[in-house]
């Protein structure tokens, strides 16, 4: 019985990576939770990360394997076996640990200002350089400060702040509330794409009330998560691309009502069209075939690839 579920997607073959959440985990000031964690058919099985634990602590955790469905199908598992009894959830990757402070931070924001939907900053190293923390998004933002310890905000009309850049948020940092994590799902197909952004999205569009806090909760991992080893010269990385694009033209949608945000978002799918285009001039680089058949996939569901396709050419052969 207790008030926040903890959802760790677990797909892993380095040791300790998840012995190292799970301790940040246990050094939390907030104690009352449980943990799920979705073993994603992980080449070295969550089980036997556990081992080291004491007893009292390996009771707090329910450990689900399932057939491999990416980094969205196993946050679906995991809430979709929250207990009836929490009242929040909270994501936590296995290669990010926590800062103690972060879920009493959370839990006090969303009881104290009855808000369902909350995140905190993220810390990261160099490659991680393109994330910034909260406390840059209250220079550029209309943020109202609600309090000092922890150093919380609110800021009017989020989606549209985010649309314009989303890099302020991140899952280890999110903590919602029932009323989104009963019907609010990942678009698992999307995976290694934006479904982290589409969720955003529909959380925030669902919520009575968004916080930010500009306090540090999470600690970023730095490149041992395998759900994000695909880099532009992996024959993956075009599939990424589309499945990002896919997940922006979804988003499109949502905000068809929203004229203003939609510049936002179309400027992403044409960042992707042209990651896209460049991946497969890699290709031709390294004396391989471009993917033809995902391409043909890709123009027939949006022709403007062919248009970035034309445009990178005539910049390249053009004086």
């Excluded at 024959?235 to 033209?249: K, S, Y």
């Amino acid at each position: 019985m207790a008030s926040i579920t903890i959802v760790i997607p677990f797909y892993q073959r380095q040791k300790g990576i998840l012995q190292r959440a799970l301790t940040s985990i246990s050094k939390q000031v907030f104690q009352d939770f449980d943990i799920v964690i979705v073993d994603d058919e992980s080449p070295l099985p969550a089980e036997s990360e556990l081992q080291s634990l004491s007893a009292e602590d390996r009771a707090r955790i329910r450990v689900i394997r399932q057939a491999n469905a990416g980094p969205g199908g196993a946050r679906n598992t995991g809430l979709d076996n929250v207990p009836a009894s929490s009242r929040f959830v909270a994501f936590l990757d296995s290669d990010d640990e926590w800062a103690p402070l972060h879920l009493s931070n959370a839990f006090e924001a969303l009881t104290r200002h009855d808000a369902d939907c909350y995140w905190d900053s993220i810390e990261g190293g160099e490659g991680f350089s393109y994330h910034f923390g909260i406390a840059e998004l209250v220079k550029s933002a209309d943020a109202t400060r609600l309090s000092a310890r922890p150093s919380l905000i609110e800021v009017p009309d989020v989606a549209s702040v985010m649309l314009k850049d989303w890099a302020f948020l991140h899952l280890s940092c999110m903590v919602i509330g029932r009323p989104l994590f009963e019907k609010i799902r990942f678009e698992a197909k999307l995976r290694l794409a934006a479904e982290d952004v589409l969720f955003f999205c529909d959380c925030i569009l669902a919520a009575k009330r968004v916080l930010l806090c500009e306090d540090a909760g999470a600690l970023r991992g730095e490149g041992m998560n395998i759900f994000h080893s695909i880099d532009s010269a992996s024959p993956e990385f075009l599939r990424q691309q589309f499945n990002t694009w896919t997940a922006l033209d979804t988003l499109e949608q949502r905000f068809l009502q929203r004229p203003q945000d939609i510049a936002s978002i179309r400027s992403y799918k044409n960042r992707a069209r042209k990651q896209a285009i460049w991946s497969q001039v890699g290709q031709l680089r390294r004396r391989q075939l471009p993917q033809f058949g995902l391409l043909m996939r890709w123009a027939w569901r949006d022709p403007a690839i062919l248009q970035s396709a034309v445009q990178l050419a005539v910049s390249k052969f053009t004086p």
